[in-house]
C-alpha cells in the first residue's frame, strides 16, 4: 500500500532480527530502522541464512521494501586517530555492509564519529578512507548514508559545510547519502522553532550539501536548546524544537519524500506509537484506517491511550 507519509522508530530485533518487521507493524509503522546485533559492543554473531530470508519475506510481507533501514553501532568511531579503534571501527563498518546486503536494507546510516582532537582534516582522512575502502569492496548494494552530528566537542559532519566536504572527498558518491537528524542539527545551531526557521535551515542545507543527497530523515525533538551540542532527544513536539517547528518541517515536501525514523523516548509521558501518531497529526495527514487501527490495537495492549485532540478521532 502507499501511504502519504513513510514514518516509523527504531525497533528491537531482540530474538532475532526476523521479529523486527513484526515489531513495525504492530505499532503501525510504514517504515522502520534497526541495529543488525548488539550496538554497544564489538562482538557479533554472523547472521544466519534462514533468519536473514525470513527477515526479508517479511519486509515484502509487510510492504516495507526501501523502508527498512540499517543503523551502525554505538562504539565505532570511523574518524579516530587511534589506529586500533579505527581498525575496529573499519571492519564493523565492513559486517554492517554486509549484514545489511544480507537483509535486503538499502540504507545503512553511520555516525560520522570524532576526530578526538587531532583536527577536522585528520578526521577527513580516515573517514573518508574508511568509507571508499568498505565500498570499493561491498558497496554494490548499499548505501552507506552519513548523519549530521549535534555539535559535540571534536565531532565530524555537525555543520552542513562539513557534511558537503566529506562528500566531495568521498570517491564512490554513487553510494553515499545524508540522514538528516533533527535533534542533531539543532543542537548544532540551526533553528527549527517557526516556519521561517525551518525553511531557512532547509533552504541552507539545499544550497550547501544538497537535497539530492538527502536519503533518509530522523525525526526527533531536542532536550538541548539551539545550539547546545548535545544530543539528547525529546518527544516530538515536547522538547526545544516543539509542536510548531515539526508541524513545518512535517510539511516540507523534501522532508515528506523520506523515510523518517523516531528515535524518541519510550517512558511514562509517551511511546513510540503515541510519537508515530504525534508525526501524523502534525503533518496534517489523515492516516490510513488501517494504521489507526495498528495504533488502538497496540496502545490497548499496552494499557495506554492517545487521542488526537478535540477535532480528531484517532483515540
Known sequence: MHYPLHV????????????????????????FQIFTRNPRGWKYKELGEDEAQLFRRKVSQYGY?????????????????????????????????????????????????????????????????????????????????????????????????????????????????????????????????SREAVDETLREFDRVVGFKWLKVVHINDSKVDLGGGRDIHEHIGLGYIGEEGFRHILRHSEIRKRPM????????RREDVGNIMKVWELSGLEPPGELVERWRAFLASEKRSYAKGKKGGWS
Open 261 to 268: 525514523i523516531l528515535e524518541t523516548p519510550v517512558d511514562d
Open 65 to 193: 521494501d526501501n523502508m527498512a533501514i540499517s543503523h551502525m553501532p554505538y562504539l565505532p568511531n570511523l574518524s579516530s586517530p587511534d589506529d586500533r579503534i579505527y581498525s575496529l571501527s573499519l571492519e564493523a563498518l565492513r559486517n554492517e555492509v554486509v549484514r545489511a546486503s544480507q537483509l535486503g536494507i538499502q540504507y545503512l546510516v553511520i555516525h560520522l564519529g570524532s576526530h578526538m582532537g587531532k583536527g577536522f582534516e585528520s578526521g577527513l582522512r580516515r573517514l573518508v578512507d574508511a568509507v571508499d575502502t568498505v565500498i570499493s569492496e561491498y558497496g554494490d548494494e548499499v548505501y552507506i548514508i552519513l548523519e549530521n552530528m549535534a555539535g559535540q566537542r571534536n565531532s565530524m559532519g555537525s555543520k552542513f559545510e562539513d557534511l558537503a566536504r566529506i562528500i566531495d572527498e568521498i570517491s564512490f558518491k554513487d553510494r553515499v547519502g545524508v540522514c538528516f537528524d533533527t535533534s542533531h542539527a539543532f543542537s548544532a545551531g540551526y533553528d527549527l522553532r
Open 8 to 31: 516509523g522508530v527504531h525497533v528491537s530485533i531482540s530474538g532475532g532480527v526476523s521479529n523486527a518487521p513484526d515489531r513495525a507493524y504492530e505499532r503501525g509503522c510504514t517504515a
